[in-house]
């Protein structure tokens, strides 16, 4: 139940949680509908309401017999932006310059459902140009959405890949997209790495199929060296030039 999970990231306990939803769902009750509705031990029901009553989210109705109900549900409002602020803090104080200077440029992602998951995150901060060296297939199209959001924004796309005469409606389907396309004969170059290089300034190596079976141990070296991402591009340009 979404509700649940909503009160208990607001701080409440599980017999809070489950107390405080039966009185929501049946209005101002006595302690004994609110155990038959919860299926609460007697003991945890009456310590769970006066916590919530403690806490200032139910009150106790003076009638006899004694009867809960809820109030100021719009207090839930200020909580949650309260903790929407704490969470805004912290993603700044994640993203503030560290004080520790050392800087790490290589990293290594493994999973191609997670290497695909990046790629999508990473295509989103490109401002100029992206170029790709990699074998299209079914699987690369997850991450086509984000390559043409690139487009959308005027980011230069250019795509490197095997040639296979099977795919030369799909070729075209790119090229309309605004991607720039040329195909490699295999027995000329043999077989390219899988690179891609996001504004000279980061790059990737993918190692997966053939090499490696289970999608699970695919694995992706990222770095964010401009000399080694300038290295990879002019190996890159190097093949993309000599291709008509």
């Not at 409002?77 to 290589?106: C, G």
Request: net charge positive.
């Amino acid at each position: 139940m979404k509700e649940a999970q909503i009160l208990k990231k607001l701080g409440f306990t599980e017999y809070e949680t489950r107390a405080y939803l039966s009185l929501a769902k049946l209005g101002t009750s006595t302690v004994r509908e609110i155990i038959e509705d919860s299926k609460l031990p007697r003991n945890k029901a009456y310590e769970s309401l006066q916590n919530l009553e403690a806490k200032g989210k139910i009150v106790l109705v003076p009638v006899s017999p004694k009867k809960y109900k809820i109030v100021n549900p719009e207090v839930f409002n200020d909580e949650i932006d309260s903790m929407r602020k704490e969470v805004d803090s912290l993603i700044k104080l994640i993203e503030k310059p560290k004080i520790n200077k050392h800087e790490e440029f290589f990293w290594i992602i493994k999973g191609k459902k997670e290497i695909h998951n990046y790629f999508a995150a990473e295509n989103s901060k490109i401002e100029k140009e992206l170029l790709i060296c990699h074998t299209i297939s079914n699987s690369y199209f997850k991450n086509i959405k984000s390559i043409k959001q690139c487009i959308d924004r005027g980011v230069k796309v250019k795509i490197l890949t095997p040639h296979n005469q099977k795919l030369s409606e799909t070729y075209n389907l790119l090229k309309n997209m605004g991607i720039e396309i040329r195909t490699y004969d295999e027995k000329k170059y043999g077989t390219l790495q899988r690179i891609s290089i996001f504004d000279n300034n980061s790059a990737s190596i993918v190692i997966g199929s053939p090499e490696v079976k289970s999608h699970e141990d695919y694995v992706m070296l990222w770095t964010e060296s401009r000399i080694f991402s300038n290295m990879l591009k002019s190996y890159f340009l190097s093949i993309w030039n000599s291709i008509k």
